[in-house]
């Protein structure tokens, strides 16, 4: 016999507003199956879970069905509750009237039927809800952390000295990501490299950290505790034990002229190269595609037309025949730190974003981004540190930033904010006034978003003490006329048109993901957003998580983000690997598949739907233990619930937990007649 | 058709996309039609054709079923398998005489608030149009011929000997579709 | 596949030097389209900045026109009636109940289903053609020196939704017309900027400062003339390039891009209207009139020169045979009878 118990929160004003609560209480207390049904106003506080568990322990209920918001918010909340009072938490649900009714509906009327409708799918579901036990599953003490940027490095190095190993994979020779190109970082005008290397250098010899560089991920399977990883190493052609980077074959590599990416194409690389002086791990890559050797091998040639860097190494190190390799690795936690890329203004784009025709699709000389700018800024970067515009190395003395391209404008596909650049704008008018002392730094802008720990303070003094002009309005033209960039501008604030002969102009372009988010996505099961990031769990609550278990975000990966924020960030997916790893077990949501071996004809559809191989075959024995048949089994530690095989199975021998055939059927019947 | 008719829409949705989605329109505070009653599934895979059938038999005039865009299933692969499901079904459901236009199948991500709304007011506004779907209260309803039901099939039924015509008849055995329609006179379907 | 023609005012009007021109090339390339019967004005910029119901119903009467005459496709070489008629069909179709509301004021039948074909469109369709035709001229490359800037405007190009045959802001459609006539489009700045439009009379100074900058950029990106597909924008710089103050500097012609291909395919002089102009195209039509006679001497002289040097290959040919009977080490050419 159900003995349910129902409880109508009104949320404060957020449900009852709409929704006439205790009409609720009062239709639903008339349906079978319930024996007490009451409205409260905050059913989440610890008075209103005191009523549900004074209800358990006083009416001996069989179920609980609280009407209040999306059980993503209090299922846990209430069925936390519930195991305290003495009640098996999975008899527990919520139906959903306020997301899904008082605060998309204005008529009081259709909103409280509506409300009594979901109240009484939700009971008509518990009535045949049965009591579970949680799943347990060993969990593997050891974190993936995908990109080794400040995000990836901080997460890998707060993991690791929280006792437990990490695996760092990073796609590029070295890691350090994005911070490592920066001159400057706002809002200290702290070196860069300075900060970012002593911490690349602890990740590289950290006991407990695995470094993969030069290397992606290829495939993942498993699921929280319990994740295979297979990583792909790309052929680097240099044995990274020999190798003790000494520098000799880039000396001796004949081809000079590679742009290098490092330096944001200004500045040009050897074919056999580490992307900079400070790299960790030290050790090149040869880049294949513009070795000599390597494109004669392509052509065919019958002897090879170099081999240089090989003579140059006194270690024999480097071995031409070298192919990608697969290391597999076993983890049961996942970090994401890809971090992110700049919009390229160019004709060519990805699906739904335009290039800037109107500032010359990347075509006009001196017009640059901002990680070129600071390459040119930079001690390390192509110019030594000199502000020299890149078409004829000249001195430019007037500079003219522009802000948000690509960003906030939805013709151009990215309606978002990309929140750093009026903080590197601000930054870059002052490393330009510090080089250049009369030079002129013009920045067009649309608004200042400084809202940082003293970053308001920086951009005032870009202006107050180094002298930027701002000027609020849009450039609407950039194009080259002779020796000049000349730019078309506007001054909302003085009504006029404004007109710039520029020596050099830096665009604030927009930050993306990283090329090639959505097929890593996928990999991981992550879903993300239509602009490429990664989708976080909760966007206030749950900023770290995703909604697949064990795989955490950190960085830019998830939305453009400053450095502080991203260090901050990465410490927090830490957090919540540390804490999954604090326990032994981790405890499953027993939601999952069970065969009724009896009405089970073994033709094993369900194994062939099955994305997780949960299902394993039985043999079924005679009394004399000869086999004579098979059946499906589920192994409930793989199980994730999804519930495809029950929708294939012919004879309906298999059932999910929580969402069995007759309960389905139950909730469409109590909508009959609505 | 009556002036006011409100439809009455079932909805399976997915619990990670789609129901995530529709949490995020009414955070959004969006407004949209209340026509919708959601009932939450883990995955579309998990969805049975005979859950939409039973729907309709139980006094829905739509359904809506929902999920996670391709590729960017939860559990990789379910909302594959429901596509399918869902493609061979359409012609089950003319069968079963059902307008197919009362189904709609649509893909929503958790970040897809403003596309749930429009899912709902769109479905409400073509069902409003299309009507209420009354064919089986109505197959239901219809009066029990006289006499004995399977006379006029078995005079139907050309014999080997060649006695009895095709006589048109409520109840076709060849056309069991084209019979139940006219038993209904011509549902909404 | 029936193509339509739609003049508008300016057609038979102050731009009559550019129907001239389009028709004697359309007759030399075979091109067969006939008048929409009994058209009527396009609305405009008065129209559309009077009222969106009469901005769009006026230029959809003649698409309505077209439709029923038998035709798919309208050809309006104006800029600012190509601009009307294809950003009429585009709200026609995208908004709702417009369609309905066009048809009631129209009082005839309109279903959209004409497609709006401006005159660059037409000629880069046609471009191989051109080529060929070009190619297959007595006189080698007739343009080959010419180096040309292409002006569109701003009304072909935009709104990009109701036009959308070329970038809005970068596009290259007029000069790939123009290399296969044979010339040189230049890389120059203000392809799409405003020439002043319509403020021709209510604003001159405007149009003067806006059409000078056009000017001062063609030139100094080494143009010898600038090609239009407007006569609004025709008008702008030619007729108003005397009150201009271009300060010494060598005035710039002004072509239609029908006279171009006029030019191109050798079509007699009389027949592109090149006489109406304002900024006078003699010198211009000189000096390529002067170019080709060069070239045809260059390459008679080349000729003669080739015809003399195989003379006389042939001759000392002969001389070296006589001489090989009379002994001593000689290399015999080859063939030669020793």
């Given amino acids: 016999m159900s003995r349910i118990g129902v409880f109508v929160c009104h949320c404060g004003e957020n449900i009852a507003r709409t929704v006439d609560c205790a009409a609720v209480a009062d239709a639903l207390r008339e349906h079978p199956g319930v024996v007490r049904a009451e409205d409260y106003k905050y059913m989440c506080s610890d008075p209103g879970q005191q009523l549900v568990k004074k209800a358990i322990e006083e009416d001996g209920l069989t179920g609980v069905v609280v009407c209040a918001c999306s059980p993503h918010m209090h299922e846990t909340t209430f069925r936390r509750a519930a195991a305290q009072a003495g009640l098996n938490p999975f008899v527990v649900e919520m139906a959903n009237i306020r997301e899904h009714c008082s605060w998309i509906h204005d008529d009081r009327e259709r909103a409280t039927a509506k409300a009594i409708d979901i109240g009484r799918t939700i009971v008509e579901k518990v009535k045949q809800d049965r009591p579970l036990e949680t799943i347990r599953i060993p969990v593997t003490k050891r974190a993936l952390v995908i990109g080794g940027g400040i995000a990836g490095i901080q997460a890998a190095l707060d993991i690791a000295d929280g006792g437990h190993e990490v695996v760092l994979v990073e796609k590029e020779a070295s890691i350090g990501g994005h911070m490592s190109q920066l001159s400057e970082t706002f809002p200290t005008l702290d070196c860069s490299q300075c900060i970012l290397t002593p911490r690349m250098v602890e990740a590289y010899q950290h006991p407990r950290i695995t470094l993969h560089t030069w290397s992606e991920i290829e495939k993942v399977d498993g699921y929280i505790g319990n994740f295979t990883v297979t990583i792909r190493k790309k052929a680097r052609s240099v044995d990274e034990n020999l190798c003790n980077g000494c520098g000799d074959c880039q000396a001796a590599c004949p081809s000079r002229k590679v742009a290098s990416e490092f330096d944001a194409g200004l500045g040009k690389r050897t074919a056999i190269s580490t992307p900079f002086p400070q790299a960790v791990p030290n050790i090149p890559v040869l880049d294949r595609a513009n070795c000599t050797l390597f494109k004669g091998r392509a052509k065919g040639l019958a002897k090879d037309a170099c081999g240089k860097c090989k003579e140059a190494c006194l270690k024999g190190a480097i071995d031409y025949d070298t192919e990608d390799t697969f290391v597999t690795e076993e983890v049961g936690a996942i970090v994401v730190a890809t971090g992110f890329q700049l919009y390229d203004i160019g004709r060519e784009q990805p699906a739904g974003l335009k290039g800037y025709g109107e500032y010359g699709y990347g075509e006009v000389p001196d017009v640059i981004d901002g990680l070129q700018f600071e390459r040119l800024a930079s001690a390390s970067g192509p110019t030594g540190g000199e502000i020299l515009r890149p078409s004829d190395g000249a001195v430019p003395r007037t500079v003219v930033f522009v802000k948000c391209v690509g960003s906030r404008d939805p013709e151009k596909g990215m309606s978002y904010c990309s929140k750093i650049c009026c903080m590197y704008t601000a930054k870059h008018t002052m490393l330009y006034k510090h080089k250049v002392h009369d030079g002129r730094a013009v920045v067009f802008y649309m608004d200042i978003r400084a809202a940082g720990k003293g970053y308001d303070e920086f951009s005032r003094r870009a202006i107050e003490e180094d002298g930027a002009e701002y000027v609020r309005g849009r450039v609407s033209r950039i194009f080259r006329d002779g020796d000049v960039v000349k730019v078309w501008g506007y001054d909302t604030l003085s009504g006029r048109q404004v007109v710039i002969d520029a020596d050099m102009v830096v665009l604030a372009t927009a930050v993306r993901p990283q090329p090639g988010i959505a097929e890593l996505a996928q990999k991981l099961s992550v879903s993300y957003d239509q602009d490429g990031f990664l989708n976080e769990a909760h966007p206030k609550l749950r900023p770290v998580e995703t909604n697949t278990a064990g795989v955490y975000l950190a960085g830019a990966c998830q939305a453009p983000r400053d450095i502080p924020e991203s260090v901050a960030m990465a410490s927090a997916t830490a957090a919540k690997v540390l804490g999954l790893f604090s326990a032994d077990e981790l405890e499953r949501d027993p939601s999952v598949a069970l065969v009724n071996e009896r009405t089970c004809s073994g033709c094993f559809h369900c194994e062939r739907v099955c994305p997780y191989g949960a299902v394993e075959h039985r043999d079924v024995c005679d009394m004399e233990g000869h086999v004579c048949g098979h059946v499906a089994w589920v192994n409930p530690g793989v199980c994730q619930g999804c519930g495809t095989c029950v929708a294939v199975c012919p004879s309906k021998s298999v059932e999910l937990a929580g969402f069995t055939d007759s309960q389905v059927y139950a909730e469409i019947n109590a909508l009959a007649g609505w | ?189 | 596949m029936t193509l339509a023609y739609y003049p508008g005012c300016s057609m038979h009007g102050t731009s009559r030097e550019y129907e001239e021109s389009l028709l004697a090339v359309a007759a030399a390339l075979g091109l067969d389209f006939a008048e929409i019967d009994d058209w009527s004005c396009c609305g405009a910029s008065s129209a559309h900045a009077a009222d969106h119901l009469l901005g769009v119903a006026l230029p959809a009467r003649n698409l309505a026109l077209a439709e029923a005459q038998g035709a798919d496709r309208v050809l309006a070489p104006c800029a600012a009636c190509y601009n009307r008629l294809s950003g009429a069909a585009h709200a026609v179709a995208e908004e709702p109940g417009l369609a309905a509301r066009v048809r009631d004021v129209l009082e005839r039948p309109f279903a959209n289903t004409v497609k709006v074909l401006s005159i660059v469109e037409l000629l880069r369709g046609l471009a191989p053609a051109i080529e060929e035709r070009v190619a297959a001229r007595l006189e080698p490359d007739p343009l080959a020196h010419l180096s040309v800037a292409t002006y569109w405007g701003c009304l072909l190009v935009r709104p990009p939704l109701a036009t959308g045959f070329d970038d809005a802001e970068q596009p290259t459609g007029m000069d790939e017309v123009v290399a296969a006539c044979g010339a040189r489009p230049v890389r120059w700045n203000m392809a799409v900027e405003c020439c002043g439009g319509a403020f021709s009379i209510a604003r001159t100074s405007s149009v003067l400062r806006l059409s000078r900058a056009i000017i001062d950029d063609a030139r100094r990106c080494g143009a010898d003339a600038i090609v239009a597909a407007c006569p609004l924008c025709h008008a702008n710089l030619d007729f108003r390039q005397s009150a201009m103050s271009m300060k010494g500097a060598p005035p710039m012609p002004v072509l239609y891009i029908t006279q171009l291909v006029g030019l191109a395919l050798g079509l007699p002089l009389d027949l592109l209207g090149f006489d109406r102009h304002f900024v006078d195209t003699q010198p211009l039509l000189a000096r390529l009139a002067d170019d080709a006679r060069r070239a045809a001497a260059g390459a008679a002289e080349r000729e003669a020169a080739r015809a003399a040097k195989a003379a006389a290959r042939a001759q000392a040919g002969a001389a070296a045979a006589t001489a090989a009977g009379g002994g001593g080490e000689r290399t015999a050419p080859a063939g030669a009878v020793p």
């Fill in chain 2, 1 to 189: 058709m009556e002036a006011s008719f409100e439809p009455r829409i079932t909805a399976f949705v997915c619990n990670w996309c789609t129901y995530t989605g529709a949490d995020l329109a009414g955070t959004s505070r969006l407004p949209m039609a209340s026509n919708v009653r959601i009932i939450r599934l883990p995955c579309t895979g998990r969805i049975d054709h005979l859950f939409v059938a039973k729907a309709f038999e139980r006094g829905a005039d739509g359904v809506i079923v929902s999920g996670c865009h391709p590729a960017d299933c939860h559990y990789t692969a379910g909302n594959y398998h429901a596509r399918r499901r869902f493609g061979v079904f359409r012609e089950l459901l003319s069968f079963l005489g059902v307008d197919p236009r009362r189904l709609t199948f649509s893909w929503v991500s958790a970040s897809e608030g403003g596309k749930w709304a429009d899912v709902v007011n769109e479905t409400v506004a073509r069902v409003r149009e299309l009507g209420p779907f009354d064919a089986y209260h109505r197959l239901a309803d219809a009066p029990v011929p006289d006499g004995d039901p399977f006379a006029a099939l078995e005079s139907a039924t050309p014999r080997a000997d060649g006695a009895g015509e095709n006589e048109p008849s409520g109840v076709h055995a060849s056309e069991p579709g084209r019979g139940r329609a006219a038993a209904t006179g011509g549902s909404g379907a």
